[in-house]
Each structure stands twice: as structure tokens, then as C-alpha cells.
């Protein structure tokens, strides 16, 4: 874990509503990502200032327990144009903990950093909390995925 400072940034995707009660998240995500790549949705995001993949969680309706929205996506230099069916949002900077999540993405590595997160007694904020799935997430059998949690 290490502290750092991440500056504002804009990013359009597909979102789903979901929570983490009942698993509905572990069902929920799975279904994104692959509306996500059946739909090439890459492809269609404008202004991408990369190919990197975030995975955006926020509009929580309280801590991690409790609904929020997941959207998946590119970071853009704008929002200015939002393609119809997909959500652009802007996220404020500010101090985020960055953990990394390394191993095999099938066997469940970034939900079990993600466990060890939930499990840390943390100042979290519960504003903008993200995944980037950059080059070295390529090989899903040996990846590493930064996870930031805002405080």
C-alpha cells in the first residue's frame, strides 16, 4: 500500500448498479465486463487518451456493504461527447492508497485484495474508488492490476 496523489480526471463506460450483498456483485461485474468486450466497447469511446481499462466504483449509498455504481471504461480528455448507452463521469483528485492485486486474474486475485481492503480498518471516503487494467493486466495468468482507494 502506498500513498499517492491522483489528479482530476474524466472517464466514459457502461455502468451497472449493483451491491455486494448477496453475491449480486460477483454476478453483476462478470456480465459488465463482458457486455463490455462483446460490445467493443473500447472501440467506441471517444476522446481515450489510452487503452488502459478502469473500473470505477462510486455512487455508494454508503460504505462497501451498501449499493454503488460500477462503470467500466477508458480514461478521455473530455466529456463533451458521451455516446448514447454509456455514462461519462469526472473524478475529483485527490489521496488515494494504491494496492496492487498480482497472480492469476481467473483464480480471483483482485476480489481478494479487494477482501484485504474491506478488511483494513482505512479513512476510506467512498467517492471514486478504481481498477486499472493496463499492459501489465495483459496476461491474465500473470497480471498485475493497481487498485486506488480514495481517503
Same mark, same amino acid.
Given at each position: 500500500?502506498?500513498?499517492?496523489?491522483?489528479?482530476?480526471?474524466?472517464?466514459?463506460?457502461?455502468?451497472?448498479?449493483?451491491?455486494n450483498m448477496?453475491?449480486?456483485?460477483?454476478?453483476?461485474?462478470? !456480465? *459488465?465486463?463482458q457486455r463490455?468486450?462483446?460490445?467493443?466497447? +473500447?472501440?467506441?469511446?471517444?476522446?481515450? %487518451?489510452?487503452? /488502459?481499462?478502469?473500473?470505477?466504483?462510486?455512487?455508494?449509498?454508503?460504505?462497501?456493504?451498501?449499493?454503488?455504481?460500477? !462503470? *467500466?471504461?477508458?480514461?478521455?480528455?473530455?466529456?463533451?461527447? +458521451?455516446?448514447?448507452?454509456?455514462?461519462? %463521469?469526472?473524478? /475529483?483528485?485527490?489521496?488515494?492508497?494504491?494496492?496492487?492485486?498480482?497472480?492469476?486474474?481467473?483464480?480471483?486475485?483482485?476480489?481478494?485484495?479487494?477482501?484485504?481492503?474491506?478488511?483494513?480498518?482505512?479513512?476510506?471516503?467512498f467517492t471514486?474508488?478504481?481498477?486499472?487494467?493496463?499492459?501489465?493486466?495483459?496476461?491474465?495468468?500473470?497480471?498485475?492490476?493497481?487498485?486506488?482507494?480514495?481517503?
Amino acid at each position: 500500500m502506498k500513498t499517492i496523489e491522483v489528479k482530476p480526471f474524466y472517464i466514459i463506460g457502461i455502468t451497472v448498479r449493483t451491491s455486494n450483498m448477496n453475491n449480486q456483485a460477483a454476478n453483476d461485474i462478470p !456480465l *459488465l465486463w463482458q457486455r463490455f468486450i462483446n460490445e467493443n466497447t +473500447i472501440e467506441q469511446i471517444p476522446s481515450k %487518451l489510452s487503452n /488502459e481499462i478502469i473500473s470505477m466504483y462510486t455512487e455508494y449509498e454508503g460504505d462497501h456493504t451498501l449499493p454503488y455504481t460500477t !462503470l *467500466l471504461g477508458c480514461k478521455v480528455s473530455s466529456l463533451a461527447q +458521451i455516446p448514447r448507452g454509456m455514462t461519462g %463521469l469526472a473524478v /475529483e483528485g485527490g489521496t488515494y492508497l494504491k494496492f496492487t492485486a498480482k497472480g492469476d486474474l481467473t483464480k480471483g486475485v483482485v476480489i481478494q485484495k479487494w477482501v484485504e481492503i474491506w478488511n483494513q480498518d482505512l479513512a476510506r471516503r467512498f467517492t471514486h474508488d478504481y481498477e486499472v487494467y493496463g499492459d501489465k493486466a495483459s496476461n491474465a495468468s500473470d497480471a498485475e492490476v493497481d487498485i486506488f482507494i480514495a481517503v
